[in-house]
């Protein structure tokens, strides 16, 4: 089998396992429509409780681009429900050593240039320390796209 055929073996298989995560999507979009938890995405203002969160995905339909989200579950003061989705960026605190903040933000952005959007360095106290007042770390954050 030649290179090009692999290749275009390998796209369908990327393209029909898309096409099932998409059902799958929709099977629980069905199920949760039919638990009364309806996607609530514009119209009047609702208010309402926090029942439960889950991490999600949602497709941008104008660039085909999946970003993460939490699906948030809520329920009003009549009884009703109804489902929202919060897009958020992911991101991890990285522990630099001291005075390195700068070289650990270059080095991400060099080799992450097109999956990071933002890094934002922060100071976060070690709490396991015995005296954990005095110390304090500096974290690089990335924000992923």
């Known amino acids: 089998m030649s290179g090009y055929e692999s290749r275009k073996r390998d796209r369908r298989d990327a393209w029909s396992s898309k096409k ?3 059902l799958a999507r929709t099977a629980d979009e069905d199920l949760e429509s039919k638990l009364g938890f309806d996607l609530f995405s514009e119209g009047e203002t609702r208010l309402g409780w926090l029942l439960t969160f889950a991490s999600s995905s949602v497709e941008d339909q104008d660039t085909r681009k999946v970003y993460s989200c939490v699906d948030l579950y809520f329920v009003t003061q009549d009884g009703s429900a109804f489902k929202s989705k919060y897009k958020f960026r992911p991101y991890f605190y990285a522990a630099t050593k001291e005075k390195m903040e700068m070289d650990v933000e270059a080095y991400l952005k060099r080799h992450y240039e097109s ?20 110390h304090q770390l500096n974290m690089a954050i990335p924000y992923f796209i």
């Open 20 to 22: 099932q995560q998409k």
């Open 115 to 134: 999956r990071i959007a933002d890094i934002e360095i922060v100071g976060k106290e070690d709490l396991d320390l015995v005296s954990n007042l005095y």
